[in-house]
Every structure is written in structure tokens, then in C-alpha cells.
């Protein structure tokens, strides 16, 4: 199977400690996307990366948010010290470089801060 | 601030039938729209796309059409199967930015 993957699939913390999502995009994208939804709503983009490239981190939260996509291996979202508003869906999407608007999406990872 | 609406939270349809799932936007500077089908815990589907160029877009089942002067776009989904219950989410790109902004879902149930 050569879609997005998505590991852990389900991911449980507590208040205070580090969350690490991590996203290996489709092979030949070289785009990925961070989106998040919480319970009764639609996706919400967070931040979009390249090879070693933040492009758009609009919808980042300013504070314990950050995502990484290195020369090697997958993209990496971290949220530090995690309080219970964290817990959502988070999804990660890759495009082709010549498409970026048609994103294909992981199975998510379902964070919940206990 | 909801660039993307999905007014209809739900839609139901019998088999055989013509589903038709409602999305409106408020951002005429909007250059792709999407539509993604989602079941419970996966992630969204990729089903169709339309440039904001062109007015309808097909495939197989599956048709998009673009009223960019109402900002509406619908998908049609003829004939209905039960299988195509899930959740739709319209979206669409601002084109200054690869991002994509999505609309609430529509649950969609086709019953036999």
C-alpha cells in the first residue's frame, strides 16, 4: 500500500507531556499538510511543509505546536506539554509538487490528553 | 469566520437514487474545489475536483458543477449505493497557498 501513513494510530497522554505524530507522505509527493478536527466539525489546516520547508503555518498554534519534515524520514508534528483542548484527530496529507491542492489524506492519528 | 459552509449536517436517500450534496462558499478568489468522503475513524477520501475555470467535472458516478456567481457547488452521486454512506466534506484552495479549507460534512446514509 503506498498511501499516506500515519503512526502512532491512537495516542494517549497525559496533561504536561509531549505528543510526537508522525507522517511518511506517498511516494513521489514531496508535500505534506497537518490538519486537525475536533469532535463534530470539519478538518483545519494547520501547517504545511516541504523537504526541510515550513511554506504555511497559518494555522499553527503559536505556542507547544511545531512540525518538521527533514531531508530523511517522516514528518513530524510535536505538541508540548498537551492539555485536554489537544485531544482531537489530527490528519496528515501529501500532494504531487505540481498539484498541491489535491491532497491525499492518512487514517489520522487520535490524540486524547487525559 | 466559515469560508466553507455545508448548511445540510445530514442527507438521506434511498438506493438507485440521485444523492445531491450542498456546499457554499464566501471567497470568490476560491481556484479549486474538492470533494472528500470520510468514514468513521479513516481518513478523508479524495473523490472529485473542479477548477474554478470550469462549471461541472465527472466521474463515473460522481459529478461536480460550479455556480461561481451564486459561490455554490454541488456533487451529485447517480445512481446512490448503499456503500457511499459516509460523510462529505467540500473544500476548496485559495490558491495563493496550497491549503485547504473545509466545510462541516454532510452525513450522507443510503438506505436500501
Known amino acids: 500500500n503506498a498511501g499516506v501513513m500515519q503512526n502512532p494510530r491512537h495516542l494517549v497522554r497525559r496533561r504536561g507531556q509531549e505528543a510526537r505524530l508522525r507522517c511518511s507522505p506517498m511516494?513521489?509527493?514531496?508535500?505534506v499538510y497537518w490538519y486537525r478536527q475536533l469532535p463534530e466539525e470539519g478538518l483545519k489546516f494547520m501547517v504545511y511543509?516541504?523537504?526541510?520547508?515550513?511554506?504555511?503555518e497559518s494555522g499553527m498554534p503559536k505556542e507547544r505546536f511545531s512540525a518538521e519534515f527533514p531531508k530523511e524520514g517522516p514528518s513530524i508534528l510535536r505538541i508540548q506539554q498537551v492539555v485536554r483542548g489537544d485531544s482531537a484527530a489530527y490528519f496528515c496529507?501529501?500532494?504531487?509538487?505540481?498539484?498541491?491542492?489535491?491532497?491525499?489524506f492518512g487514517p489520522g492519528t487520535r490524540l486524547t490528553v487525559t | 469566520d466559515q469560508q466553507v459552509k455545508q448548511n445540510s449536517p445530514s442527507l438521506s436517500v434511498q438506493e438507485g437514487r440521485i444523492s445531491i450534496l450542498n456546499c457554499d462558499y464566501t471567497?470568490?478568489?476560491?481556484?479549486?474545489f474538492l470533494w472528500y468522503k470520510k468514514y468513521p475513524a479513516e481518513g478523508p477520501t479524495f473523490l472529485i475536483s473542479?477548477?474554478?475555470?470550469?462549471d461541472k467535472n465527472e466521474d463515473g458516478r460522481f459529478t461536480v458543477f460550479l455556480n461561481k456567481s451564486a459561490k455554490h457547488l454541488s456533487l451529485h452521486i447517480v445512481p446512490s449505493q448503499p456503500g457511499d454512506s459516509a460523510v462529505y466534506f467540500c473544500a476548496a484552495n485559495p490558491g495563493d497557498t496550497d491549503k485547504l479549507i473545509f466545510g462541516t460534512g454532510t452525513r450522507l446514509q443510503v438506505f436500501p
Open positions: 511543509l516541504q523537504k526541510e520547508n515550513i511554506i504555511d
Open positions: 471567497n470568490s478568489m476560491f481556484d479549486y
Open positions: 511516494k513521489g509527493h514531496s508535500h
Open positions: 496529507a501529501s500532494s504531487p509538487w505540481d498539484r498541491g491542492y489535491e491532497q491525499y
Open positions: 473542479i477548477s474554478s475555470i470550469k
